[in-house]
């Protein structure tokens, strides 16, 4: 068994009387690419933030790349764990560069090593226009390319993204998005679970706050059943309806 880059114990959260979350268990392989879809759709946003530390849980703990939330050191969180929301984390009046230049900083790199990596984001990302301009005037696009770059910028193990990139072209999407590293690990949530299709290998439902399902995307194609909410639903009701009755049920 592979090691665990993501693990969730018994996370709860409730929002507006709401519980999103009711004790759920997560446990994600280390260069897994998963897609974590909800109903209701905000729970996996929450499960999301929750992760990337910016919101408390109400109950239970978790770790990234074997790190809990509380090691705040240079080599631990901070250059371990990439996130990217929906909400662009920056000012729009700062510049692509000064964005970067930021996180560099957050990172506690050097002025040489910010430079090499901001220069490298610079070409990945194609960045190139506008790159001391102000981000707003680039519009959501670019905006969602420099959260991306951002989050990237210390090759994290663990990359979390809260429905990312909807203001790009699909194909440049896919693109940015198939990001390379065979033991970097994934968690996308997504509202529209068939726009991930080649990008993720596991899919996850979280149904009314617990997990439902944490399957391999291929268990889906076995069944013939689409990457869907619906697809998934079904692949977890199927394997409810195949679970062993207890002895005397």
Known sequence: MRPAAVVASGLRRSVGGRRLLDGVDLRVPVGARLLLVSEPDEAASLMLRIMAGLVRPAGGSFDLAGVPRSDEADAGWRRRIGYVGGEQGFYP??????????????????????????????????????????????????????????????DPEVLLLDDPLRSIDPAERARLLAVPGKRRTVVLASRYPASEDGLVNQVALLLNGRLAIHARRDDLEAQGLPLTLKGIASLAVMRTQTMPRAAGA
């Open 93 to 154: 009046w700062l510049s692509p560069r000064e964005v970067l230049d930021l996180a560099g900083r957050l990172a506690d790199y050097d002025a040489a090593e910010r430079t090499r990596r901001i220069d490298a984001a610079i070409e990945q990302f194609r960045l190139g226009p506008g790159l001391d301009r102000p981000v707003s005037r680039g519009g959501s696009p670019l905006a969602e390319r420099v959260a991306l770059a951002a989050a990237m910028l210390t």
